[in-house]
């Protein structure tokens, strides 16, 4: 390894210059290096934490309007009175809504 002050060539692990008496340990160490693998690292948790995030949604995005879808089925299948059928429409128009705005998220991330 090569003395980063002066040139002079210096055996590898070695802890200041032989020539100059540069202190070789602070640069072969890397400091700045090191923190931005910590930092790299704890970027990867958080892609993990919304990976299941994701997931999450994209598994609501499917439940939540299947069940709006069958409650809208179920009150326009009572077919009872314009009131129920009201509902019915808003349950089929609120989860395809809810479903257009978790695809939304989901393709966000
Ligand atoms: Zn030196």
């Known amino acids: 390894m090569f003395c980063p002050e ?3 060539e210096n055996p590898d692990g ?10 070789m340990s602070t640069s072969t160490k890397d400091p700045i ?11 990867n948790g958080q892609t993990g ?10 598994a609501a995005s499917v439940f939540i309007p299947f069940i709006g879808l069958i409650m809208g089925i179920i009150y326009l299948a009572q077919n009872e009175s314009e009131e129920k059928k009201d509902v019915g ?6 989860s395809l809504g809810i479903m257009l705005v978790y695809f939304i998220i989901s393709s966000d991330m």
């Open 14 to 23: 070695a802890k200041f210059c032989g020539n100059c008496r540069y202190e």
């Open 49 to 58: 934490i919304s990976d299941s995030m994701k997931y999450g949604i994209l």
């Open 33 to 43: 290096h090191n923190r931005i693998d910590d930092v790299v690292e704890i970027d």
């Open 6 to 8: 002066c040139g002079t």
């Open 89 to 94: 429409k808003l349950w089929l128009y609120g």
